[in-house]
């Protein structure tokens, strides 16, 4: 039974690319805590003094509502560690490997999670020369919400080679991770606890799945429950399952896919684990939650308790 009385400290904000959409977030569980009678909730916009600003609250527990660096790649945790201050989701390790793609790719591909392959380019060399046949993705390693995503395509209008001029992820990230072109589907699965919720299809209304989509109303068609084979849906919970396992991800997960349709099941890709998923109004996981009858206030309690429990 949760104790209500409990403070709480919703860490959001930061100086992450992804600032806004933690302000979303930690303002939704801010207030889903408040409606549930949490009697004590301070929101905290993490600035460079947030260690003094916890020393001096002293909460309970904080709801880690960050997303990106430092606040999704172990830092943060590791502060909150040395303050024995409890937290929810992933613990130091667990991030700094998941927010890492080829990490990432090192543990989950030996435990049976198909994942592209990839390689580390330097930005200059894209100058000189393609890295792989086209088409193919360029994306930094260690930034999530498709922040700096890039599709190379022959006919597209980047160049042959890749301009110096063009406007790109090549011009404001000194490495790229470039892996092959999946066509086909885009999902997603979350986790929460230990269990796949289910599968949802995202469908773009232009483009593709960019940042923009993500977060702007009207975008992006949420098809959730997917309407894909059972036996393909099942994989992907599965393998969602899997990862959120062998990283060791606490409170909720999501795992991203591609699926090419024409192979199947070995069509099915794996992209990246996020281990702080978004709690805003257009965000995957409660989506999810609500399909399988967890309300957003509910999902919220349930993170901490797991957090709570964990931790002491």
């Known amino acids: 039974?949760?104790?209500?009385?409990?403070?709480?400290?919703?860490?959001?904000?930061?100086?992450?690319?992804?600032?806004?959409v933690?302000?979303?977030?930690?303002?939704?569980?801010a207030a889903a805590l408040r409606e549930r009678g949490?009697?004590?909730?301070?929101?905290?916009?993490?600035?460079?003094?947030?260690?003094?600003?916890?020393?001096?609250?002293?909460?309970?527990?904080?709801?880690?509502?960050?997303h990106g660096s430092p606040g999704e790649?172990?830092?943060?945790?590791?502060?909150?560690?040395?303050?024995?201050?409890?937290?929810?989701?992933?613990?130091?390790?667990?991030?700094?490997?998941?927010?890492?793609?080829?990490?990432?790719?090192l543990l989950l591909v030996p435990a049976g999670v198909r994942m592209p392959r990839?390689?580390?380019?330097?930005?200059?060399?894209?100058?000189?020369?393609?890295?792989?046949?086209?088409?193919?993705?360029?994306?930094?390693?260690?930034?999530?919400?498709?922040?700096?995503?890039?599709?190379?395509?022959?006919?597209?209008?980047?160049?042959?080679?890749?301009?110096?001029?063009?406007?790109?992820?090549w011009q404001q990230f000194e490495e790229l991770l470039a892996e092959p072109f999946i066509a086909g589907h885009e999902l997603t699965v979350a986790v929460l606890g230990d269990e796949a919720l289910c599968v949802t299809e995202l469908k773009p209304k232009v483009g593709f799945y960019?940042?923009?989509?993500?977060?702007t109303d009207g975008l992006t068609e949420h098809i959730c429950p997917a309407q894909i084979p059972d036996d393909i849906a099942q994989a992907m919970l599965d393998m969602a399952a899997t990862a959120h396992r062998v990283l060791g991800c606490k409170g909720a997960s999501r795992s991203d896919f591609r699926w090419d349709d024409r192979q199947g099941v070995e069509g099915i890709y794996l992209l990246e684990v996020?281990?702080?998923?978004?709690?805003?109004?257009?965000?995957?996981?409660?989506?999810?939650?609500?399909?399988?009858?967890?309300?957003?206030?509910e999902l919220v309690e349930r993170i901490i308790a797991e957090a709570l429990e964990g931790r002491g």
């Open 274 to 297: 996020n281990t702080q998923p978004g709690m805003t109004p257009l965000s995957l996981v409660p989506e999810q939650a609500r399909q399988k009858g967890i309300s957003y206030g």
């Open 38 to 66: 949490w009697a004590r909730v301070t929101e905290v916009d993490m600035d460079r003094n947030v260690a003094h600003v916890l020393d001096e609250l002293r909460p309970d527990i904080v709801f880690n509502a960050l």
């Open 118 to 169: 990839g390689t580390m380019v330097r930005s200059e060399a894209l100058y000189q020369r393609d890295p792989l046949p086209r088409p193919y993705v360029l994306k930094p390693v260690n930034e999530g919400s498709s922040v700096g995503v890039a599709i190379v395509t022959a006919d597209g209008n980047t160049g042959n080679p890749i301009g110096r001029d063009v406007e790109g992820p």
């Open 210 to 215: 960019d940042f923009d989509s993500k977060y």
């Open 22 to 29: 933690s302000l979303m977030s930690g303002r939704g569980v």
């Open 1 to 20: 039974m949760l104790n209500r009385d409990l403070h709480v400290a919703v860490l959001m904000g930061g100086w992450s690319s992804e600032r806004e």
């Open 73 to 105: 790649d172990g830092t943060v945790q590791g502060m909150l560690e040395l303050m024995q201050i409890p937290y929810t989701h992933s613990g130091v390790t667990t991030s700094a490997i998941a927010i890492d793609k080829e990490l990432t790719k």
